[in-house]
Every structure is written in structure tokens, then in C-alpha cells.
């Protein structure tokens, strides 16, 4: 195929989709990434498309594409985001210790916990803390800077909180999940505390709907081979969940 022609195909793919990766027009065209890196610098020299690390996006898209609060996002997937969260909360254990993250599907975990007993939940999200308010279950808060979009604490003051802690698992939200870019965020100021987290557990669970797939994001988190576990819905891309798979990660659909 000509440089001409794959690169109409990707305008098209891109206007179709809203968004794509590096590594999914590769595979897509079967050519190197460096050669889809270098059609899309010029695609987007010519203002047709906006490069972003790891893929492109249409230029309308930029803002759109970044994650609007919390609270605005809680009947996003809503359905999808109960079943993961009821799967989520099926693994803890009777005596275990977990770190609930920010996010709206770590919230239909912390929703799904609320009768159990025996369970201490460490948390830097307000969303969550306000869930289990009159629960059984002990609540250890990691306190911070006061992100309010997100109704979470994060930075400096809670990264030390935690740094001496040790917890069963790490349940947290993300989101992008991309099997070569890895786990990305929106949020460069959350990145460190995000990673902080991760560090703490024996075990990193992410719980993300089907709409995380694929997506790359402005700041590399991780891996995506930190996550041992990754739940998700039943509509998430059967190659990447295939690719998942490959790459040693249980992927749990519901």
C-alpha cells in the first residue's frame, strides 16, 4: 500500500474512531511503528489530525477526551461498572486488607463490600470513604492534597501515608489499558501517587470498563503487566483482551 493511501485510511480510521494507538495501525497495516509514527507527524503537521503519546486523535477531540469529574461519570456504564465491582469484591477475602482506589468503578467496589464484615479498606477517595461510612468495615483514609474533580487526595502528604503500609491487594481503576503503552492517566499530578499505590499491594486488580481499552492517555502509570488481574465487561476488544491473556494477565469478563 502507498503512503497515500494508508494514510487516507487512517484519516478515515481515526474520524471513524475518534482515536487509535501506534501499536493498533501497525498491526492493522502490518508495517513498523515507525512508519505509522511518521505518517501521523505529517497527518498532523497538515492539522488533520492531533498527535498524542502513543496514537492520535482528532483535533475536536483534545478536550473531549479528558476525563470529566467524578460524579459526572457515575452513570457512565453504569451497569457494566456494578458487575465488575460485585466480581472485584467476590476475590477479597474474610481478614484481608485492600487499597480501594479514585474512580467510579472502584466505587461499585467499595458499593459491593458494604454488608461484608472482617475486610479493612485503605482509600484516598472520598467517593469511597462516603460509600462504606456505615459499613462494618474499617476504614483506613490516606489523606492529601484535595484533588476536587476527582473527590481524592493525592500527592506528597499521600504517597508518605502509605509508603510503610502493606496490603493484600491494590484495586484501582485506569483510565487506559493499552498492552503496549501500558496503564495511562489523565492526570500528570496523579502519577505519582498512583504509582505509590500500586507498590504497596501483593496483588494490583484493575477494574475498568470496556471503553478503557485501547485508550491511551497523557501519563504513563505502568506497565500493563503490573496488573496480575484486569476486570472488565463482556464488550471489551476480544484482541485485546487476547493480547492480555498472552502476556500472562488473568482477564475476568462479566
Same mark, same amino acid.
Given at each position: 500500500?502507498?503512503?497515500?493511501?494508508?494514510?487516507?485510511?487512517?484519516?478515515?480510521?481515526?474520524?471513524?474512531?475518534? =482515536?487509535?494507538?501506534?501499536?493498533? *495501525?501497525? $498491526? =492493522?497495516?502490518?508495517?513498523?511503528?515507525?512508519?505509522?509514527?511518521?505518517?501521523?507527524? +505529517?497527518?498532523?503537521?497538515?492539522?488533520?489530525?492531533? %498527535?498524542?503519546?502513543?496514537?492520535?486523535?482528532? &483535533?475536536?477531540? #483534545?478536550?473531549?477526551?479528558?476525563?470529566? &469529574?467524578?460524579?459526572? %461519570?457515575?452513570? +457512565?456504564?453504569?451497569?457494566?461498572?456494578?458487575?465488575?465491582?460485585?466480581?472485584?469484591?467476590?476475590?477479597?477475602? +474474610?481478614?484481608?486488607?485492600?487499597?480501594?482506589?479514585?474512580?467510579?468503578?472502584?466505587?461499585?467496589?467499595? =458499593?459491593?463490600?458494604?454488608?461484608? %464484615?472482617?475486610?479493612?479498606?485503605?482509600?484516598?477517595?472520598?467517593?469511597?470513604?462516603?460509600? *462504606?461510612? !456505615?459499613? @462494618?468495615?474499617?476504614?483506613?483514609?490516606?489523606?492529601?492534597?484535595? $484533588?476536587?474533580?476527582?473527590?481524592?487526595?493525592?500527592?506528597?502528604?499521600?504517597?508518605?501515608?502509605?509508603?510503610?503500609?502493606?496490603? !493484600?491487594?491494590?484495586?484501582?481503576?485506569? %483510565?487506559?489499558?493499552?498492552? +503496549?503503552?501500558?496503564?495511562?492517566?489523565?492526570?500528570?499530578?496523579?502519577?505519582?501517587? !498512583? #504509582?505509590?499505590?500500586?507498590?504497596?499491594?501483593?496483588?494490583?486488580?484493575?477494574?475498568? @470498563?470496556?471503553?478503557?481499552?485501547?485508550?491511551?492517555?497523557?501519563?504513563?502509570?505502568?506497565?500493563?503487566?503490573?496488573?496480575?488481574?484486569?476486570?472488565?465487561?463482556?464488550?471489551?476488544?476480544?484482541?485485546?483482551?487476547?493480547?492480555?491473556?498472552?502476556?500472562?494477565?488473568?482477564?475476568?469478563?462479566?
Amino acid at each position: 500500500m502507498l503512503k497515500e493511501e494508508r494514510q487516507r485510511y487512517i484519516r478515515r480510521i481515526i474520524e471513524d474512531q475518534g =482515536q487509535v494507538s501506534v501499536a493498533t *495501525l501497525a $498491526r =492493522q497495516f502490518g508495517v513498523a511503528e515507525m512508519t505509522i509514527r511518521r505518517d501521523l507527524r +505529517e497527518l498532523g503537521a497538515r492539522g488533520i489530525i492531533q %498527535r498524542v503519546r502513543g496514537g492520535a486523535l482528532l &483535533p475536536e477531540r #483534545q478536550h473531549a477526551l479528558i476525563e470529566p &469529574p467524578v460524579l459526572e %461519570r457515575i452513570n +457512565e456504564e453504569a451497569a457494566a461498572k456494578k458487575r465488575i465491582g460485585q466480581a472485584a469484591a467476590a476475590l477479597i477475602a +474474610e481478614g484481608e486488607t485492600i487499597f480501594l482506589g479514585s474512580g467510579t468503578t472502584t466505587l461499585a467496589v467499595a =458499593q459491593a463490600l458494604r454488608e461484608r %464484615r472482617n475486610i479493612t479498606v485503605v482509600t484516598n477517595a472520598l467517593t469511597v470513604i462516603n460509600a *462504606l461510612t !456505615d459499613s @462494618d468495615l474499617t476504614v483506613v483514609v490516606a489523606g492529601g492534597f484535595f $484533588r476536587r474533580s476527582e473527590l481524592s487526595f493525592i500527592g506528597h502528604i499521600t504517597e508518605a501515608s502509605i509508603r510503610d503500609l502493606r496490603v !493484600d491487594k491494590v484495586i484501582i481503576g485506569m %483510565r487506559g489499558i493499552d498492552p +503496549e503503552y501500558g496503564l495511562t492517566s489523565d492526570h500528570l499530578q496523579e502519577l505519582q501517587t !498512583d #504509582q505509590a499505590i500500586m507498590r504497596i499491594g501483593n496483588m494490583v486488580i484493575i477494574v475498568a @470498563d470496556h471503553t478503557k481499552f485501547g485508550r491511551v492517555a497523557t501519563s504513563r502509570v505502568a506497565p500493563v503487566t503490573v496488573a496480575k488481574m484486569i476486570i472488565t465487561d463482556s464488550e471489551a476488544s476480544p484482541a485485546i483482551v487476547a493480547t492480555l491473556r498472552e502476556m500472562g494477565i488473568e482477564v475476568i469478563q462479566v
